[in-house]
């Protein structure tokens, strides 16, 4: 069985300052590794994800993470915030043969002004 | 594509009534997902259907809900008698494969009185 820790529920950070936003999982098998964003009011949407190959992944407006297999994590990271970043992160893991995303329970950005 | 379609948007209803949430997935996709998000529970996977087959519904919570998939592009999620804790954001998602993106429709509010 998979399942995915985000430890912050809540993290404030200052426009233009850079932010991470920490995931870390745990699983039997190999894995895949998602991050989705979900602004208020609206479904969530794909910002990157981790199949294979480069444990650096680049997605959607400038944010990366990183797959780190022996710390087990896949931090977000964001070199320079905006206002419009606010919004709730979550990390998703989907054990390699399986079928369930298992997401974490969520972190919520506030970039403040 | 207009994306995942999701109705109603809002849906308000007494304890003890029925209720039925409705989706259309993006077409050509062959997997469709049902998600309840809750603040105390988070996003959990209710049931997924895989080309109109149920898989895997070991997440619906209880006999009270149910869900059905009659074609490519259309599914259903019932509640049936719905009670105050079924209150949620229940969240209709699609995608090509199991590890490609899954795309979330805009989702369903329920409210039980």
Redesign the interface.
Known sequence: AQSVTQLDSQVPVFEEAPVELRCNYSSSVSV?LFW?VQYP??????LL?Y?SGSTLVKGINGFEAEFNKSQTSFHLRKPSVHISDTAEY?CAV?GAG????I????TRLKVLA | DAGVIQSPRHEVTEMGQEVTLRCKPISGHDYLFWYRQTMMRGLELLIYFNNNVPIDDSGMPEDRFSAKMPNASFSTLKIQPSEPRDSAVYFCASSETTTDTQYFGPGTRLTVL
């Open positions: 895949y989705y009011n609206q479904g969530l949407q794909l994800k199949l979550f989907l399986t079928y369930k995303y997401f974490g329970t969520g």
